[in-house]
Each structure stands twice: as structure tokens, then as C-alpha cells.
């Protein structure tokens, strides 16, 4: 069978330990991959090359398109860029997935039937770190959610969860607050649920559901999850697995690939044959069964789950197993676990569930549906910097310089509605959205005719934003009181 060649970067601290383990482990099960190695992380840093990637380490990730990483040391002081950012932005790896489980009762766990895969949105939401500072008083940042991008994010978690055998799906975003853009999300997720009839669906507010996965993890399969939640939720569910070094992760995109353990480089233990090897391990399981060898990822996690049965494994576990009062461990150091699993290379585990895998590749259809919707104009928010006037003589001021088509509907600050309105008991800065509205449809000529009588009166307006219909619908939000 055709092997894959696949790209291999040790990392700095404990990986290059941990990767030998996990290329020992890989080659004697029997993996089909050929690999290359490239240099990329601290000593690239230190050599003057901010991003730790050089130009001839991307050569090689493109050629291959898979890449195997273990943890990076990024150096102290500025000026250094996260590699996996840069990796991730510039490979289009839109999908994180983070499976989470107990191996309960071998390593005692108080969540003992959990078993989840986290998939986070990668590229959207904040992450587009498109921030700016207003006003004196105000910063704002852009949150951004995309048709095809929450297409495609959906589609992977259901084809996914199809492909590896699990039955539901969740779904988990803010529409209560942020109808557009979180609504988005779930309403994506409730239609392409619909092409998933065999798979369950649910959908939780982001508050309650966190608190869920940190309680009662054991009730979701799959969760899917807009970026920021995405990230906050890895972390929550890892923490609740006990130990840092048995998570791995993959980062996914149409062409590429990247996988990697969850945990860093823990410098403290580099070189002394203590690390442990396996969340690198759970990592390169997940690369074969995207590269199509479900049945050596099969191979390997179920002599890793046996060697853990059998009660061996590294300081860190042993370090759990202690404190749950269990003492019949055999404590090894990384090399020493290596061999242990290759050993039982062929062995399946008996308390814990054996894996199962998909011996295909996992193919996500082709997402991208084409939409025409046409946008109306139908006014204008115009935001002012303004410090000196209350909110009625801001009020009285546009009033008279609305026009026929654009009448003044509100202001807000703080998205909190201040004009027409008695409130005065909202804190006010020197940010106010001021809302202007037409019957019909306008044009740009309109807003600047605008815009020229607000400057004409001293106002200093700062940013527009265009409020828009589809057909009959508005698509923006309602001021808070509007
Ligand atoms: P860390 O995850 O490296 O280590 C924290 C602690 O967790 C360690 O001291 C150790 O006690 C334990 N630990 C981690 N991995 C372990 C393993 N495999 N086996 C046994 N114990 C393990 O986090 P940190 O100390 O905050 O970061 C160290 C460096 O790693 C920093 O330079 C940071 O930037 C980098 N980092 C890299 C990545 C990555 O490359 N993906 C991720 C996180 C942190």
C-alpha cells in the first residue's frame, strides 16, 4: 500500500523525547508514512526569524500537507509570533478538534463515561484580532461569523461524528444576546443537521452549556462550538481529563493538516526521560485515521489503553494514581513507555473500551453553497465622538440636520438606547450610535449628504455602519430599549 510522507517537527524541551517515542511506536505498528523532518520553534527564533518558521520548513509542510508537531518553546520578550497561529492562518486549518475521555477506573476520573471530541471553529469569530481604539473612552473588536466558514466547521463535526461512529451532535453559541452573528451559527447547525438524520442534534446557550461540560461531560459526544467558546471549552474539558499530557489535538483544513499534543514543552523536564509521550501519541492517532489508516490508529491506541491497564506508565500519572491511593503502578520513564506499547502492539484492552476507527479517509463534502441575497440599504448607525453634550442636545442637534430620506431613529451608548428615552441611569462615554432609518431604499450619496450636515453642525463622527434589509427583513440588530 501507497505510504504517506508526512512532515515531523520535534519541537524544543521534552518534544524531541516524546516524538522518538511516538515515531518508535508509529514504525512498529506498522504505519504507512515516510517522514521529513524540519526545524522550526526556538532556535529558529533565536536566530533572528521571528515567525520560528524558515522559509525552507514551509516548503517542505506544503509538499507533504501533513504535519506531525511536537510543542515549541517560544522564547521570552516580544516580537515572537505564535507558530501555531501563523500555521494555522496560513494553511487554512479551520477545524480544531480536541477528543477529551476518562480512562476510568485505571486513572480515576470524576466524570468516569466521558468521551468527547471539542471541534472548534479555528479561523473566524474575535480571531480575526481586528480591534480598534474609537474614542478616548472606547476600543471595540469585530466579530466576524461567515455562511461558508460555519458551513464548513458544521459539516465537519456531523461528518465527523458520522464517520467515527458517534451519535450526537451539540451545538453551543450566545443566540440569545447575538442573534446575527451567533443566531448564524445555530441556524446553519440546525440546517445541515437536516442532511444528518441519523445523528442527534441539540443546542445549548454557551453559559449553561460550559457549566454542563465541566459537570456532567458525559452527556455530549460532539460539540461544536463558534472560536472563542471553542477555546475556552478545550481547555475546561482537558482540565477535567486530570492530566495535561494525554490530550492531543488536530488542526484541519481542506488541504493540510496539523497535529500536535495539547500541552507545551515543559522545559523543566527536558532531556531527563520522564515526559510523557501520549498525548503526542493521541495526536498521531488522529493523523492516521485522517490519512486513511484507521487500522493502525486502531492498532496503537489499543496497546497504548492495554499498557495503561497494565498499570504502566510515566511520573505524571503515577503522580494521579498516588494521590487515589492506588500503588500497584509501574512508574517508567519515556523511552521505557515507548517499548511497553509496542510490546502490546496487537493486545486489546479489557476494562477500558477498545478504539474503533474508520479504515477511510474521513471526506468532508464540498460545503460551499453559493448565496445571492440581496442587500437593501436602508440607513445608516453613525457613531460620534462626542464628550461635551448630553444625550438630548446630541438628540436635538441631528434632528435638525436629519433629511427627508434619513430621519433620526435613536441613540445608544454602550448599544444602550439614550435618545428618545428618560433613562439616565446608564453609565455614558463619549461613544453614541446614532441610528438613522428610511422607509425606502437609499443610496451611499444619501449617507454623505448626511454625514456633511453632522460635520456641518461640529459633530465629529468617527465610523458608519450600513443597515441593511433582505427583502422584508432587517438584518441588524435592535438598539437595547429600541
Ligand atoms: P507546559 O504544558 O509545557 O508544562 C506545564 C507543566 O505540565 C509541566 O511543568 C509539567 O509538569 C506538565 N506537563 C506538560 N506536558 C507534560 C508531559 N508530556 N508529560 C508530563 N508532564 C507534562 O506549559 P508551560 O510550562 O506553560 O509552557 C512551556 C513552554 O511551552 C512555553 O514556552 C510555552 O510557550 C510553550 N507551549 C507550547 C505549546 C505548543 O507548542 N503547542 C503549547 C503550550 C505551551
Redesign the pocket.
Known amino acids: 500500500m501507497e505510504k504517506a510522507r508526512i512532515t515531523v517537527a520535534r ?1 524544543d ?2 518534544g524531541p523525547e ?1 516524538m522518538d517515542a511516538v515515531l518508535n511506536v508509529l514504525f512498529s505498528a506498522g504505519a504507512r508514512v515516510e517522514i521529513d523532518e524540519i526545524e522550526v520553534g526556538e532556535k529558529v527564533y533565536l536566530s533572528g526569524n521571528t515567525s520560528g518558521i524558515p522559509d525552507t520548513a514551509w516548503e517542505t509542510i506544503k509538499k507533504n500537507k501533513i504535519l506531525l508537531k511536537a ?4 522564547p521570552q520578550g516580544g516580537g515572537y509570533k505564535s ?2 497561529v501563523t500555521i494555522r492562518k496560513t494553511l487554512g486549518l479551520y477545524a480544531n478538534l480536541r477528543p477529551v475521555r476518562s480512562y476510568h477506573p485505571i486513572i480515576p476520573c470524576r466524570s468516569p463515561n466521558m468521551n468527547l471530541v471539542i471541534v472548534r471553529e479555528n479561523e473566524e469569530d474575535l480571531y480575526g484580532s481586528i480591534e480598534y481604539q474609537q474614542t478616548s473612552e472606547m476600543t471595540m473588536a469585530l466579530k466576524l461569523i461567515s455562511i461558508p466558514g460555519t458551513e464548513k466547521i458544521i459539516r465537519f463535526a456531523f461528518e465527523y461524528a458520522r464517520a467515527t461512529g458517534r451519535t450526537k451532535v451539540t451545538c453551543m453559541t450566545k443566540d440569545n444576546i447575538l442573534k446575527i452573528t451567533d443566531g448564524l451559527f445555530h441556524k446553519i447547525f440546525e440546517e445541515i443537521g437536516q442532511e444528518y438524520p441519523d445523528i442527534q442534534k441539540d443546542h445549548w446557550i454557551i453559559d449553561i452549556g460550559m457549566a454542563k461540560l465541566a459537570n456532567s461531560p458525559e452527556i455530549f459526544e460532539v460539540v461544536v462550538l463558534p472560536n472563542l467558546y471553542g477555546d475556552i471549552a478545550s481547555d475546561v474539558v482537558a482540565e477535567i481529563a486530570g492530566s ?2 494525554l490530550a492531543g489535538s488536530a488542526n484541519i483544513g481542506d488541504e493540510y493538516a496539523m497535529f ?2 495539547i ?7 527536558a532531556g531527563l526521560n520522564m ?3 501520549s ?1 503526542l501519541l493521541n495526536a498521531a492517532v488522529m493523523m492516521l485515521v485522517h490519512i486513511g489508516q484507521g487500522d493502525i490508529a486502531q492498532k496503537i491506541e489499543n496497546a497504548w489503553l492495554k499498557t495503561l491497564e497494565d498499570k504502566i506508565v ?3 500519572i503515577a503522580r494521579v494514581l498516588k494521590e487515589n491511593g492506588i500503588t500497584d503502578y509501574k512508574q517508567v520513564g519515556t523511552k521505557e513507555f515507548a517499548s511497553a506499547i509496542v510490546e502490546r502492539i496487537g493486545e486489546e484492552p479489557k476494562v477500558l473500551k477498545p478504539a474503533k476507527y474508520p479504515l477511510i479517509k474521513i471526506k468532508i463534502k464540498e460545503t460551499r453553497n453559493v448565496r445571492d441575497a440581496i442587500l437593501t440599504l436602508r440607513g445608516v448607525d453613525v457613531f460620534l465622538d462626542e464628550r461635551r453634550l448630553k444625550p438630548h442636545e446630541i438628540g436635538k442637534l441631528l434632528e435638525e440636520v436629519q433629511t427627508e430620506k434619513l430621519k433620526l431613529i435613536m441613540i445608544t451608548n454602550r448599544g444602550q438606547k439614550v435618545y428618545p428615552s428618560e433613562i439616565t441611569e446608564t453609565l455614558l462615554t463619549d461613544h453614541w450610535r446614532c441610528r438613522f432609518e428610511s422607509d425606502s431604499s437609499i443610496t451611499h450619496k444619501d449617507i454623505r449628504e448626511l454625514l456633511e450636515r453632522i460635520e456641518a453642525k461640529g459633530l465629529n463622527w468617527i465610523k458608519i455602519e450600513n443597515l441593511y434589509y433582505i427583502g422584508d427583513k432587517r438584518v441588524y440588530s435592535l438598539g437595547q430599549g429600541q
Open positions: 519541537g524541551g521534552i516524546i510543542p515549541i518553546t517560544t507558530i501555531n495535561i499530557g500536535e499534543a500541552h507545551g514543552s515543559a522545559p523543566k523536564y515526559a510523557n509521550p498525548g510515566t511520573y505524571d
